[in-house]
């Protein structure tokens, strides 16, 4: 079974940086993809920023030159840099994978896996 558990979020201020960790523990067979997704309040949840495997990453308009997604293959974990944080970033924020895993050893076919979301409020 595959777990994402994330871990960052917070309280900060207007300007502020803070950094988000997401790790992928289970019985992993391969990882194409990681990413991050945020869900403000009365709003839908969207797409923050995602690294593929392979060296590619895309981000949403809003969070370009601020927000930075890296990745450690050796660790299967996800993270989400963000810097001069504004107000309307305020969002739960979910850890995305798209894998393969092992099952009873099969590897099925790449499903997507979700972590159970951190609060990142911007606030003074």
């Known amino acids: 079974q595959v777990q994402l558990v994330e871990s960052g979020g917070g309280l900060v201020q207007p300007g502020g940086s803070l950094r988000l960790s997401c790790a992928a523990s289970?019985?992993?067979?391969?990882?194409?993809?990681m990413g991050w997704y945020r869900q403000g309040p009365g709003k839908e949840r969207e797409l923050v920023a995602a690294s593929i495997s392979g060296g590619s990453t895309n981000y949403e308009d809003s969070v370009k030159g601020r927000f930075i997604i890296s990745r450690d293959a050796a660790k299967n974990t996800v993270y989400l840099q963000m810097n001069s944080l504004k107000p309307e970033d305020t969002a739960v924020y979910y850890c995305n994978a798209r894998l393969r895993a092992r099952d009873r050893g099969l590897v099925i076919p790449s499903k997507e896996y979700w972590g159970q979301g951190t609060q990142v409020t911007v606030s003074s």
């Open positions: 289970g019985s992993i067979f391969t990882i194409y993809a």
